[in-house]
């Protein structure tokens, strides 16, 4: 009896991203972590291991402003990624350009609102945030963009593995661009935010949109094919 062959995926699914595709989006959620941390006097936006650190902190001090705070970016990025995983089932192959124009219309929206008159969380943060929750969402078989902590030990590990020839040099290489361009983009973000102030976060947002403009086109090479 032949074997059967592998079956194809359904229609729409979209295609498994290539991991390299990963590192500019890294650098975007650096970019953006850096400019709501010095326009929101030190909160992260996308660095949620952070902002739980600091959450346990704020809890241990007794901060209860603080906390509550703290939690509610928690649960914003949790509500962001959420969206983003409902938008990227709901629209298939077309997932990395929706999720990434609707992550671009949110810093967008951002831009516009204000960065301050609430002592704990300004309102431009209930856009920022769930940006950064969906951004992880963009690239299908990629578990996530903004959660680089263990990528200097995956780059390692996998250093070790290529060398005894377990591994191809291009798994530890791509981790290890990703740590790069998170501290690259966060750089860039800090210095735009120092010399541009709130206009800053149009570099992103636009960043956001190249990105999304620029999925799109394979999606619709194939349509079109």
Known sequence: MPKAGKAAPPAGTPLPANPWAAVPLVALAGCVDAIGWLRFDQL????ISGTSTMLG??????????????????GLFAVGALAGALLGALAG?????????LVASLLGAALLLPATGT???????????????MLNTALPGV?????V?????????????????RARHAAWLQQLACW?????????????????GDPALAVPASAALLAALLAALPVAGRRGG
Do not use: H
Not at 44 to 47: A, D, E, G, N, Q
Not at 93 to 101: D, N, S, T, Y
Not at 119 to 133: C, H, I, R, T
């Open 119 to 133: 002592p704990d969380l300004p309102p431009a943060a209930f856009a920022m945030v769930p940006a950064m929750g």
């Open 143 to 147: 578990g996530g963009i903004t959660f």
């Open 44 to 47: 992260f936006v996308s660095f």
């Open 57 to 74: 902190v704020a809890l241990a001090e007794g901060q209860g402003g603080r906390a509550a705070a703290l939690a509610l970016v928690v």
């Open 93 to 101: 192959a077309w997932r990395g350009p929706a999720v990434l124009g």
């Open 149 to 165: 902590t263990g990528a200097l030990s995956r780059a390692m590990e996998g250093l070790v593995l290529a060398l005894r020839g």
């Open 180 to 196: 790069a361009a998170l501290a690259m983009g966060a750089c860039l973000g800090a210095r735009l935010q120092q010399g541009w």
